[in-house]
């Protein structure tokens, strides 16, 4: 781990990602969707003024697909299992999971658009190509990995469900390392789209 000095841009970001997301999930569910969509737009914008983007190292249409593909349908494998274990244990955190989907799962048309469009590009361009990025260029990748993960899953300690913390943690631990290896920001979008469709469309896990 190396010597840290002291990233302004990133605590900003950091900061800010709380303050909106404190907004977002405080007592505001009939418009989630529309304060979520705007706060991301926001941290999409900071995080472009603020970072330089990476160029990605060249790979073919081909493994494009197929990693982006491939690690969506892995990352879906693994909260399926997570989620038959919590059924097993003795704590209501599998009840969290059906909460969490009544309350955010997308039910419109533009929701569906938002979460192609906004969200998902920009939670990876936010949490990965900005705040890991710039943890990459202070420490260990490995530190950087986690720490970004930790970073993501709190901005969602204000949807009161653990779950969702818990969920954005292996998530982004999972996004993390594929990048780290790849740096690939359009491979990553491909793999959250994937995630997404099989866990919010197609094979709905609650």
Do not use: C
Not at 5 to 27: N, Q
Not at 70 to 84: A, D, E, P, R, T
Request: glycine share 4%; hydrophobic share 60%; net charge neutral.
């Amino acid at each position: 781990m190396t010597k840290l000095s002291v990233d302004t841009k990133l605590i900003s970001s950091i900061i800010l990602a709380h303050i909106l997301l404190f907004i977002t999930f405080h007592d505001h569910h009939a418009v989630f969707w529309y304060l979520y969509s705007g706060a991301m737009l926001f941290l999409i914008s900071f995080s472009i003024f603020q970072g330089k983007a990476e160029s990605n190292a060249k790979k073919s249409f081909f493994q494009f697909l197929l990693y982006g593909i491939l690690s969506g349908i892995v990352l879906y494998l693994i909260f399926w299992i997570g989620h038959f274990l919590l059924t097993l244990l003795p704590t209501d955190l599998d009840q969290q999971v059906s909460h969490a989907y009544k309350r955010f799962s997308p039910e419109l048309l533009w929701n569906y658009i938002v979460l192609i469009i906004i969200l998902i590009p920009g939670e990876e361009i936010f949490w990965r190509g900005f705040v890991q990025k710039r943890l990459m260029n202070l420490m260990n990748d490995k530190f950087a990995i986690l720490i970004s993960a930790l970073l993501n899953a709190s901005v969602f300690l204000y949807a009161d469900l653990p779950i969702m913390m818990i969920a954005a943690f292996v998530g982004s631990l999972f996004w993390g390392i594929l990048y780290a290896k790849k740096r690939d920001l359009s491979m990553l979008i491909l793999s959250h789209l994937i995630f997404d469709l099989l866990l919010l469309v197609i094979f709905p896990i609650h």
